[in-house]
């Protein structure tokens, strides 16, 4: 615990931020409901602007359950370029502080910063520092979560947003876990929460007050996970993005998933980041992955292996599409999708074995 307290750790979030760009880039949309998706996103929701949440409106909810409850709702056809553009800006301002950058999804990182390039001592000036500079060059906001921990990090960016920032001093971290109701920890969905609750766990101090081998004989594997969280206990590192044997990105939805629809919609970000890696970096694969973990923590994945290498975002999503949907329907809520593309290759070798495949 000692040594997780000596480390300062920014959790990075930019606010709905697919619906923001596209309210920044056409004023008509401002102070309205924007819902980005529609009929191109097979008729679901892939981002909400804060005006439609209040409607209860979110992201991969089929269009029609959208409009129904929020009448006035304006759909807007995703431009994912123009994202990761922005995406990049961020990612270069985040550049100036730390190399150690863990990228979570276009619009999300966690960064370390307990040594870092200006020297700075204080993480929370760190995280204005960002922010001001990413609402500067890009006129869009973003929450950041200040911490010892990424688990903590990520509560803390969670708890002021939209455009906030709040620190969780180490002193701190546990006190602020035990008052947190066990649904508003990242990493225990809906139906985990309900099952807690059933056995009497409403809070993380009911959580702290259960013993690993308890937890795992009910949670299974997750129960591990549970008991060190709860304790706002969190060794993972911030992994910096690296060259790898395989690139993958991963959702973990507010809500569990079920339908067809739902699914598909949820996988698109995973498909931009781990195509977005693919053109940054010239590097292709010939191994697609789907993942696809359920609300009891149960985990799959299914596999392709293509004779050559992945050579469009297109392709891509056919795999995954057809991988994700050979199991479908699905037993039971969704509350995690993921892909990943193995097998890698540089554009260089490729070239060199006279692959012409486009990028």
């Not at 961020?90 to 999804?105: D, G, K, N, Q, W």
């Not at 139906?191 to 949670?219: C, P, Y």
């Not at 985990?299 to 392709?315: H, N």
């Not at 969704?334 to 890698?344: E, K, Q, T, Y």
Request: glycine share 8%.
């Amino acid at each position: 615990m000692e040594q997780a307290a000596q480390r300062k750790i920014i959790h990075l979030d930019m606010d709905a931020f697919y619906a923001s760009v596209e309210q920044r880039d056409h004023p008509e949309l401002r102070g309205r409901p924007v819902a980005v998706g529609g009929a191109r996103e097979r008729g679901v929701v892939a981002a909400a602007s804060y005006e439609a949440r209040q409607f209860g409106v979110r992201s991969a909810m089929p269009s029609v359950t959208a409009l129904r409850k929020c009448p006035e709702l304006v759909f807007v056809k995703p431009r994912f370029e123009v994202y990761k553009d922005v995406s990049r800006q961020v990612r270069a301002i985040f550049a100036e502080y730390t190399p150690l950058i863990e990228p979570v999804s276009l619009d999300e990182a966690y960064l370390d910063v307990t040594h870092n390039l200006p020297q700075i001592s204080s993480a929370t000036r760190i995280a204005r520092e960002i922010r001001a500079k990413i609402l500067a060059q890009t006129q869009l906001t973003a929450s950041a979560g200040v911490s010892y921990n990424k688990f903590l990090a990520k509560l803390a960016s969670d708890y002021r947003k939209p455009n906030g920032l709040f620190v969780i001093q180490p002193h701190e971290g546990p006190a602020f876990v035990a008052g947190l109701r066990v649904g508003d920890f990242h990493g225990i969905g809906p139906v985990t929460a309900a099952k807690m609750n059933e056995l009497g766990i409403f809070t993380g101090a009911d959580l702290r007050e259960q013993s690993e081998a308890w937890l795992r004989q009910h949670f299974g594997k997750a129960g591990g996970y549970y008991h060190a969280i709860a304790r706002a206990i969190d060794h993972r590192p911030v992994e910096a993005d690296r060259v790898r044997k395989s690139v993958g990105s991963e959702t973990t939805f507010e809500r569990d998933l079920s339908t067809e629809e739902e699914l598909l919609a949820g996988l698109q970000p995973c498909l931009d980041d781990v195509w977005d890696h693919c053109q940054r970096t010239g590097v292709l694969g010939r191994t697609v992955t789907v993942k696809v973990k359920y609300a009891d923590f149960q985990q799959l994945t299914r596999s392709r292996t293509l004779l050559g290498l992945v050579p469009s975002r297109e392709l891509l999503a056919r795999v995954s599409h057809e991988l994700l949907t050979s199991l479908l329907p699905v037993p039971k809520g969704v509350r995690l999708l993921g892909v990943a593309l193995s097998s890698l290759d540089s554009g260089e070798e490729a070239a060199g074995r006279q692959l012409a495949f486009p990028f």
